[in-house]
Structures are given as C-alpha cells and as structure tokens.
C-alpha cells in the first residue's frame, strides 16, 4: 500500500480528486462539507455514532468520487477509536473495489498519534486470511491511501510519523501472513526461511540453528519438543545493530508451527486452530522487519523457537525427564505444555548471546484465556523499572494487555520430584505456574512475558478487521525498542 500526506486548506479539500474520500466524523453535522453532508444528517439517517457508515456517490460540490461518512461518536477521539474507524473504512471500501482512498479527521488532524493510527488502522483492516480460495479477490485491495491534513498542522511530525506507521504496518502485516498460514504449509523449515529472506530484505543478520547445531549446544528441552514429528525443528536467531553499547533487548517467540498437543494429545474439537500457535515467533519476526526499517538506537536480539508438537514413535512421553542447555532438568508431566520447553532454551541462549533485557511473546496457555478473554493478553513481568517502561510503550500501541502477578508460592507448584522443575503446575494458576516455568530460566535478567494464547488470533469478523491472526503484539515489541533506545539503559 502506498502511503502519502497531503496539506491542504479546507476549501481545497472540496478539490481532490479520489475514488473515495473518507470522514471521520462526530454526531452532529460539521459547518462545513455542504449540501451533501448536511442534508444526509437533516434526514436523520446518519447519526455519527461509533462505526456507522453512510456512502454518497458523486457527491455535490466535492471533486472526490465517493464520501464515505463514518460515524466516530461524541467521545473525544482516541487512537483506539481512530485507528478502529479507519480499519473499517478501508474494509468497507475495498469490498467495494475501491483500490485508493483519502482520510479527512476534521478537528483532530495534527498529531503523530492520529497519523499512526490512521495507516495502521488502514493496514489492519487491509488484510485477507482467505488466501487458498480459489474464487478469492486478490485485486481488492486498498493500493493507495492518502492522509490530507489542515495546511496550518506542522509538516515535519506528520510526515515522519506517516513513514513510520508505514513501516509498523508492514511489519504487522508480516507477522499475520506467516500466522495465517496452516500447519502444512508453515514448518519450522519455512519459517526459518520465511524469516532468514526477510532478514535479508531488511538488512539484519540471520542464523538459523538446526538440530546438529541445537545439540551441540545441548538444548535438550528445545529438542524433546519437536523429536516427535518429522518436521526437524529450527532456532531462527536474527540481529539488529543500532549501537555501539547500551542496552541488548532480546525478544523471543514461541514458534510451534502446529500443536496437536503431543503424546498428551488435545482433543479432535477445536485442534485446528493450534496452527496459530507460532503467532508468537511471528510477531517477533514481524517486530525485526520494521525495526530495520525503524532503526531506533538500540542492540535488538530476536530469537524465534521453532517446532512441531506431534505424537509419534520418537515422541517425548509424560514422565520423560529432559535436561535444558541451563542444566536444570525438566520432568515432563504433559507433552502439551511444550511451549515453555522451547522457550526455556530460547530464553537461555539468549542471555547467553549477551542481552540484558528479555520479552517474550507466546500462545502459551488456554488457562490465560479463561482468566482474561480474547479482549486482553497476559503480562508477567520480573523487574519493575522494565515493565514501567514496557507500560509506557504499550500504552501508545492500544495493544490491550493485563498484567498477573508472579509471587514466589507460585512456584510450589512446579517443584520437580525427580528432576529440578515440572513443567506443568496442575489446575489452578495456568497460566502464571507457566510463567513461573519461564522464570527459572531469565536468572536475573529483566524480563517480561506475554500470554497471547487470547489475543493472536480474532474468532469473528469485526468491522474493522477480518476473524484470522491479529498480528498482536507486533507493535507493542516494536514500540518498546523504540522506547528502551529513547532514553537508553
Ligand atoms: N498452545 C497451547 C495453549 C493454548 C490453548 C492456546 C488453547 C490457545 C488456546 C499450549 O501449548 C498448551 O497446550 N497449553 C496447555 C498447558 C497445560 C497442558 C498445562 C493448556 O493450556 O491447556
Ligand atoms: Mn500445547
Ligand atoms: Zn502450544
């Protein structure tokens, strides 16, 4: 999608020429806008109320082709609300065949955030998971999309935040076509070369670790995992440079290209959607691209554990005691609990690849999403100062997130009988007994983990964005390395 930002004087926006104008607007009829709009208000069929739409052809007084009116209600406009509003605009339009589009936000033109907002809510809304349909519409599509902005708002911030929203976009987008893909046609060996071609688009250095090398460096609990499938799984280790000294964020994602749950295998019902489960690894992936386009002034380190949970002859077994590249050793209580296996190892090599501050991203538990919803993702957190940071950096992505606690009685929970650490933690506390498994491999490393097992993945059509991956938390992970390098270490 190209993106641009034009200014403009009011009676100049009557004069661009597009195949569709959008407005953003509130319950009562804007001043200006003439006949059209103000009729269609006077009529009582359009109210501005949170995602009503209202389409006018050819409209009187205006050069564009089309005015899609959409109703944006009378609370103060936020970044949640503009970035929902523009998503469903494109949606609307594209279905439409509308392929280029204006946005017009009367009153609310001058900030970066809207801008933000704006193209990535476009971009959201952009996206179609249908892409094994044979009679799908690949051509609809919005290809050009242009912000036009009051001609008194001050060009510089705009258009720096335009670029930038540009690239966070991209990177979304990234992370929800490899989530979107089944099982069958993301491996591990895919994503390792899905993740090693963009590395090389983008400019950063890309390794991947393959079972000889994994053993060698003896991550045991990384390969029990992936031992009963024929699908060899890969560690995808990605560097970006952005300087000399100062902090080293690793970001790290649970790759488990489809879990069927292993020995203790799930249920039929249902198991279909467990090939989402790398939408972890997949928004760290996403997250790397558009740091490389980004290039804040910061060390980044991604590591992405790939793997495949399946039952089979080599298969690890409930009781199976793994040792992972930390030396701890992991009793096996449930081959389904495979996650925080290939993390354990991920997070391990990571610090011992020198990073000083640790995120990680994983579809991890169902026990998540039994205590908050699909509305927002767990977050763990080991070091107060990090996550204040972290906080602040979400808090301007409108990534919802919720945070649970990680008291040491926890771990009680997962004390091993024969080995050092069980890696499940019975009933209660799913989802921080699996956080408390993660802890014991960070040491003292600062270190935030996120529950995405509710948030990656939309179970049904919103307006603004198709059911499918979400590409969360994509741009929480970029906006925090944006953050950590602002004010360094
Ligand atoms: N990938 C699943 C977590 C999951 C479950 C995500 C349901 C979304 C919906 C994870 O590997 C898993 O199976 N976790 C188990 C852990 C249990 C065996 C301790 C779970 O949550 O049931
Ligand atoms: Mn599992
Ligand atoms: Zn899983």
């Not at 999309?145 to 009051?150: D, I, K, R, S």
Request: glycine share 12%.
């Amino acid at each position: 999608m190209q993106t641009q930002v034009q200014f403009l004087a009011d009676e100049a926006l009557l004069k661009f020429e597009t195949e569709a104008l959008v407005i953003l607007l509130p319950p009562t009829a804007p001043r200006w806008g003439g006949e059209s709009i103000s009729e269609l208000y006077a009529s009582g069929e359009f109210a501005g109320k949170p995602l009503e739409m209202a389409l006018i052809h050819r409209p009187r007084s205006w050069a564009a082709r089309r005015l899609l009116l959409v109703g944006c209600g009378d609370k103060p406009l936020d970044a949640l609300t503009v970035w929902r509003t523009a998503g469903a605009a494109a949606r609307y339009l594209k279905g439409r065949g509308v392929h280029s589009m204006g946005i017009i936000v009367p009153g609310h033109p001058e900030s970066a955030a809207a801008t933000t907002a704006l193209i990535t809510g476009v971009g959201s809304g952009n996206f179609d998971p249908d892409i094994y349909k044979s009679d799908r519409k690949p051509e609809q599509q919005i290809t050009s999309l242009t912000l036009l902005l009051n001609s008194a708002v001050e060009h510089g911030p705009v258009e720096q935040a335009a670029r930038e929203a540009a690239a966070i976009a991209a990177g979304q987008r990234f992370a929800r076509e490899l989530a979107n893909e089944p099982g069958n046609r993301m491996t591990p060996t895919i994503m390792g070369q899905r993740a090693a071609a963009m590395a090389k688009a983008a400019g950063l250095e890309c390794e991947l670790i393959d079972v000889k090398r994994a053993q060698e460096l003896k991550m045991g609990s990384f390969l029990a995992v992936g031992q009963g499938s024929v699908e060899p799984p890969v560690m995808m280790v990605l560097r970006y440079r952005g300087a000399e000294g100062g902090p080293t964020l690793g970001i790290i994602g649970k790759g488990i290209t489809f879990d069927s749950g292993g020995i203790s295998i799930k249920p039929a019902a249902n198991m279909d959607q467990m090939k989402f489960d790398m939408s972890g690894g997949a928004a760290t992936l996403g997250a790397m691209q558009a740091i490389a386009a980004l290039k804040p002034k910061i060390n980044v380190l991604a590591i992405v554990a790939a793997a495949e949970n399946m039952p089979g002859g080599r298969a690890q077994k409930p009781g199976d005691v793994q040792t992972a590249m930390s030396g701890k050793t992991i009793e096996v209580l449930n081959t389904d609990a495979e996650g925080r296996m290939v993390l354990a190892d991920a997070l391990h090599y990571a610090r011992q690849l020198g990073v000083t501050h640790l995120i990680d991203s994983a579809t991890l538990t169902g026990a998540c999403v039994v205590a908050l919803g699909n509305v927002n993702a767990g977050v763990f957190a080991s070091d107060e100062a990090f996550y204040q940071r972290f906080e602040a950096a979400r808090r301007r992505t409108g990534e919802k997130m919720w945070r649970l606690p990680l008291d040491g009685e926890y771990n009680d929970q997962i004390k091993g009988t024969v080995g050092d650490i069980l890696n499940t933690g019975g009933r209660w506390g799913g989802a921080i007994t699996a956080a408390a498994f993660l802890e014991a491999f960070v040491g003292d490393t600062p270190w935030i983990h996120l529950d995405i097992a509710g948030t990656a993945w939309l179970e049904e059509n919103k307006p603004w964005m198709p059911k499918g991956p979400t590409g969360s938390p994509t741009y929480t992970l970029i906006e925090l390395a944006r953050e950590m390098a602002a004010k360094g270490k």
